[in-house]
């Protein structure tokens, strides 16, 4: 049987051939190469579709997943340097801030408080006015007035801030003002906004700069000290 598979019939008068023959001896006419045409177009083709197949899918959806699982840079990254005044007055109250929870005992945090009083008026200078100092705006509330209430955290220890009542404030006027510029700037803000504030500080025996905690431990752990906003922008 596997002498069969070297001969076929002629196409043309039906004779037995040889399959390698390119033309029939017995008429003359000539083998079609057709069928072994097929067979390797046939199995190009298979190639190329395996090939296909086990290729990496670079469509449109898989480039977007791609991306998408990339990492991205987190939002508000950028660090803003801090006027010089104000990381003075920083690094006082943080040391300050440090050493109070430290303390062995309570005569030892009263000096202390005295001791940062002194260190505060130093970094402040002699009119405790301020410009441009970098914060977070941690409170934007109104009175029952309507005047605004603003207060903003300098560092994770230290606030400024206005008073939280009309009462409290009568005589240092820190609330604002409806119709002020301050005020109508303050309308397209919120809290968590970085800002730039300028203003003033009120002189204080007790402080050297007023602060408006009811005990030692707050005024000494986590400042408060009541300002006057001249002006806050936001960054």
């Known amino acids: 049987m596997g002498s069969d598979s070297l001969w076929t019939d002629c ?112 970094a402040l200078g002699s009119q405790r006015s301020v410009n441009g100092w970098i914060g977070t705006i941690r409170r934007l509330e109104t009175t029952s007035e309507g005047k605004a209430i603003l207060a903003v955290r300098l560092s994770p220890d230290a606030d400024i801030m206005t008073w939280n009542n009309a009462l409290s404030d009568i005589a240092d006027g820190t609330l604002i003002d409806k119709g002020t510029p301050l005020y109508e700037a303050l309308l397209n803000m919120s809290v968590g906004d970085s800002v730039a504030v300028s203003g003033s500080f009120f002189p204080s025996a007790e402080d050297g700069v007023k602060e408006t905690s009811l005990t030692i431990r707050g005024s000494m752990s986590e400042p408060e000290f009541l300002f006057r906003f001249q002006d806050v922008s936001k960054q």
């Not at 083709?45 to 998408?68: F, G, M």
């Open 11 to 122: 196409k043309t008068c039906s004779k037995k051939i040889s399959t390698s023959a390119r033309s029939c001896p017995h008429c003359g006419a000539r083998r079609s190469r057709l069928g072994i045409a097929k067979w390797i177009g046939g199995g190009a083709l298979a190639i190329l579709v395996l090939a296909a197949i086990a290729a990496p899918d670079k469509s449109p959806q898989n480039q977007t997943d791609t991306i998408k699982a990339e990492p991205t840079i987190a939002a508000g990254a950028t660090t803003l340097s801090l006027p010089e005044q104000q990381s003075r007055f920083l690094s006082v109250t943080t040391d300050y801030s440090d050493r109070f929870r430290s303390a062995a005992n309570e005569l030892q945090q009263s000096a202390m408080r005295d001791e940062r009083r002194a260190a505060l008026v130093k």
